[in-house]
């Protein structure tokens, strides 16, 4: 975990230094982020957290009445820190699927949009199993597109990086074939950005239930149902009453809840 964490107040995301272990207590909604996978989260020049993932966990915590307590956590230790009740949710663009669900609940999705490769234009290879033999691919660590990776395309060498910035600082630079991540991500974080000119999509979406699950949704500890279900009556109502449409289009072209 990143040593600092950050204590969002109310909507308007007045962010202070937070020191110390957050102590979870009926005001204050202790939230797991990463801080490092925009357009959905990313962290200031000054530590000021902003973002989809930042903007919505502020509006439900608005809604619950509840502090926000934002804690910064590295991806890889994101399911860990929550059992560990480092926090008491992670709202951190986590895919729901069956293999997290043996460890963690999930809240209903509050988006759902699809994976895909990306490469050079003209890279002379295809996005299947055959043409990404022997080819680079950049993903990031224990991510659904690690799993999707290691399963549809076995004969090509893995890379794993602790971020997605990473991934595609690499790429530019030439170090890899090829990445896989979350299709808006990759076009919003990079195909749109300086360093993604000569880049494009690779073949088509990805679809892959079993890795890449049904939508990223809020994890929680297992015993924690009531607060589950809160946080899914809150997320429906978001969506239902117009505020999802004004986050959303703040961030995106299109609208990501998915089908």
């Not at 207590?25 to 990313?42: I, K």
Request: aromatic share 10%; hydrophobic share 40%; net charge negative.
């Amino acid at each position: 975990m990143t040593k600092n964490k950050l204590v969002a107040l109310g909507l308007a995301g007045l962010m202070t230094l937070f020191t110390g272990t957050a102590s979870a207590d009926g005001h204050a909604l202790r939230v797991g982020v990463e801080g490092a996978y925009p357009p959905f989260s990313w962290k200031e020049a000054d530590g000021t957290l902003k973002g989809f993932d930042i903007d919505f966990a502020l509006e439900v915590c608005k809604r619950l009445k509840k502090e926000c307590v934002l804690v910064e956590q590295e991806w890889d230790g994101m399911i860990p820190a929550l059992l560990a009740k480092k926090f008491d949710t992670i709202i951190a663009s986590m895919s729901i699927t069956e293999e997290r669900k043996k460890k963690v609940d999930f809240t209903v999705k509050y988006y759902n949009t699809p994976a895909k490769l990306v490469a050079k234009k003209g890279a002379g290879f295809a996005g299947t199993a055959d043409g990404l033999k022997g080819k680079r691919l950049g993903v990031q660590r224990a991510t659904t597109h690690q799993c999707s990776a290691e399963k549809l395309y076995p004969g090509a060498e893995i890379v794993l990086y602790a971020t997605q910035e990473e991934v595609f600082q690499d790429l530019a630079a030439g170090r890899l074939d090829a990445q896989l991540s979350d299709s808006l991500q990759a076009y919003e974080g990079f195909l749109s950005q300086d360093a993604g000119k000569g880049f494009d999509f690779l073949g088509q979406d990805i679809d892959d239930v079993e890795c890449q699950g049904v939508g990223a949704g809020f994890a929680v500890r297992k015993e924690d149902s009531a607060l589950r279900d809160a946080l899914s009556k809150t997320i429906l109502a978001i969506r239902a009453d117009g505020t999802y449409k004004s986050m959303n289009d703040k961030y995106f072209a299109v609208d990501i809840y998915g089908n």
